[in-house]
């Protein structure tokens, strides 16, 4: 996957959608972590946020740029955003529905 190509091709929804996750990534906030793993907690946003982030993820679902692996917690795509552990990243990625 091109990552610059494919935050150029995204809506407005997705966009909010994926700037969401990226503030919530593991190996950003910490870089401890290895994992490209995100956590949203959707009573944390607005009315208006949450509308837009629910089109916005599901789109992104759709495109096969994020999973959802449990309740409000995602995995971006490991061939998009390239983590430290990649590997166990690819087998969450692969596993999750």
């Given at each position: 996957l091109n990552l610059i190509e494919t935050l150029c091709s995204l809506s407005k929804p997705e966009q909010f959608a994926f700037m969401r996750l990226i503030k919530e990534l593991t190996c950003?906030?910490?870089?401890?972590?290895?994992?490209n793993l995100c956590k949203v907690i959707i009573k944390?946003?607005?009315?208006?946020?949450?509308?837009?982030?629910?089109?916005?993820?599901?789109?992104?679902?759709?495109?096969?740029?994020?999973?959802?692996?449990?309740?409000?917690?995602?995995?971006?795509n490991p061939n998009l955003?390239?983590?430290?552990?990649?590997?166990?990243?690819?087998a969450l990625w692969t596993s999750a529905k």
């Amino acid at each position: 996957l091109n990552l610059i190509e494919t935050l150029c091709s995204l809506s407005k929804p997705e966009q909010f959608a994926f700037m969401r996750l990226i503030k919530e990534l593991t190996c950003v906030k910490d870089s401890r972590n290895k994992h490209n793993l995100c956590k949203v907690i959707i009573k944390n946003l607005t009315s208006a946020e949450t509308q837009r982030f629910k089109a916005g993820i599901t789109s992104l679902i759709s495109k096969d740029l994020v999973k959802r692996y449990k309740k409000e917690h995602y995995i971006i795509n490991p061939n998009l955003i390239i983590s430290k552990e990649y590997s166990e990243d690819m087998a969450l990625w692969t596993s999750a529905k």
